[in-house]
């Protein structure tokens, strides 16, 4: 079930963003993939998943309080 709940003034959207333009841009080119861009996505996605969580959580308290 897919709903269109407040982001809570959280970035989500602008950490997704710019996950994708450092992929992309990997995408885009030749040559090996350095650590320090590895390292670099990886803690943006860590950053997604925790802003993931904590809006759950408070879109559950919402729900419970309504």
Known sequence: MMR???D?????????EQRRD???ALQNRN???SGWELMQIAAIQQAIQAF???IADLDAELEAAA
């Open 31 to 33: 040559g090996p993939v």
């Open 4 to 6: 269109n709940l407040p």
């Open 8 to 16: 809570h003034g959280l970035p989500l959207v602008q950490l997704k």
């Open 52 to 54: 993931e969580e904590v």
């Open 22 to 24: 450092l992929v992309v």
